[in-house]
């Protein structure tokens, strides 16, 4: 947790208390608003250091080659049948 975070949610506590010291209503919407604006603070916190789009391309490009390596038993195997059907058909047609 940052340290604007903290910062942040310590103010959202304070201004809560003395909202709710002078009017409930008010205290209700500084509670609910102030928590959107701190939950705001922390998301925008770490909003730069995700992987760039370079990054999550190169690693969706590896799962996909993953993906296609495992499978490849089972796309010779269906290339075979076809094979297999497209003789049979050839033949019944030559007949």
Do not use: Y
């Not at 003395?18 to 009017?23: G, K, R, S, T, V």
């Not at 998301?43 to 490009?61: C, G, K, N, V, Y």
């Amino acid at each position: 947790m940052s340290k604007r975070t903290v910062v942040a949610g310590a103010g959202w506590v304070l201004l809560t208390v003395l909202a709710f010291l002078a009017d409930p209503v008010l205290g209700a919407c500084v509670l609910i608003f102030g928590a959107i604006g701190v939950v705001v603070v922390q998301l925008s916190s770490s909003w730069d250091t995700h992987p760039d789009f370079e990054a999550r391309e190169l690693e969706r490009a590896r799962r996909r080659k993953a993906k296609w390596e495992k499978n490849a038993p089972a796309r010779e195997k269906d290339a075979a049948r076809w094979a297999a059907h497209q003789a049979r058909k050839n033949r019944e047609n030559a007949s």
